[in-house]
């Protein structure tokens, strides 16, 4: 944070971050103005105002200031930020072209290249974003991050060889991350590999045994593999007796091919072991 520390800039700034973080965005964006009185050139308080005006979806508010402090300092972190928001603003091209100009940067700037080849993606340009995340993995090969990146590309890209490839390789170097085993997960479940799709989702439920949907995709390995019974199991876990899980469930149980179809809600949450509240007979 800026400023001396304790400094009444610095508990401002620490305040703003506090309620961004929770969400109380009117709160954050009252504090971050505050700051920015005391000191209008401060980028923490210029970052704070940009994601709070974003999670308020006032992303057009958050193009001046983030502009401003962009051109009084070269600062990736604002530059790519600032591109973000021109994309949400509806400003596409000036985003992208931002984010391009950001990307050229060397060093290089690795989130600049991430936050570009997502915008890429969801605009469905995925194989364009694919090349942007191998420049960026030419620049920074040890990154396990853009591996992930690169392999959730290839999955959204119906490129299954290639995202298990790149996911198994990302996995050697981490293999205590559950975002790289339930994605590699899913790529080999999409692509009918069942049996290590659910020795995957073991790994990750080892680490993460809370995880309702990977513990809702391994009964659909479990129940393809002709193993209904523990994929049911696992489904009764998911659903737990909480109401908000049952769409989850019954569509798990729905989609396999093994599975089973309820017309009724208090169908689905009967068989399930639950005993719902105001359930329609």
């Known amino acids: 944070m800026s400023g001396k520390p304790n400094s009444p800039l610095a508990q401002l700034l620490q305040q703003a971050f506090l309620a961004l973080r929770a969400k109380q965005f009117d709160i954050a964006r009252q504090l971050a103005t505050e700051a920015l009185k005391s000191n209008r050139t401060d980028r923490n308080a210029v970052l704070i105002l940009a994601h709070t005006l974003l999670g308020q979806e006032r992303a057009e508010e958050a193009i001046a200031p983030l502009e401003k402090a962009a051109k009084r300092n070269s600062d990736p972190e604002i530059e790519t930020l600032l591109g973000h928001v021109l994309c949400a603003a509806r400003r596409r091209s ?3 072209a931002q984010l391009r100009r950001t990307t050229a940067r060397r060093p290089p700037y690795l989130p600049a290249f991430q936050e570009l080849a997502g915008q890429l993606a969801n605009a469905g340009e995925v194989g364009e974003a694919v090349g942007m995340i191998e420049q960026a993995l030419a620049l920074a090969p040890a990154s396990v991050d853009l ?8 999955v959204r890209n119906n490129n299954r060889a290639k995202a298990r490839t790149v996911l198994t390789a990302a996995r050697a170097i981490g293999p205590g991350r559950t ?4 994605e ?3 790529a080999e479940l999409l692509d009918g590999a069942y049996a290590e799709a659910a020795d995957t989702y073991r790994h990750a439920l080892g680490l ?3 995880d309702a949907l990977s513990r809702a995709n391994l009964a659909i390995c479990l129940m393809e593999m002709g193993e209904r019974d523990g994929g049911e199991a696992a489904l009764r876990s998911v659903y737990g007796g909480r109401p908000q899980m049952l769409s989850r469930a019954a569509l798990t149980l729905a989609a396999s091919s093994h599975g089973r179809f309820f017309f009724r809600p208090s169908a689905a949450a009967k068989f399930l072991g ?4 105001r359930a329609t007979p």
Do not use: F, K
Request: aromatic share 4%; no cysteine.
């Open 208 to 210: 993460r045994p809370d």
């Open 274 to 277: 639950a005993r719902p509240e």
């Open 94 to 96: 000036d985003g992208l």
């Open 184 to 186: 590699l997960a899913w």
């Open 147 to 154: 591996q992930l990146d690169l392999g959730r590309m290839h």
């Open 179 to 182: 975002d790289i085993l339930t």
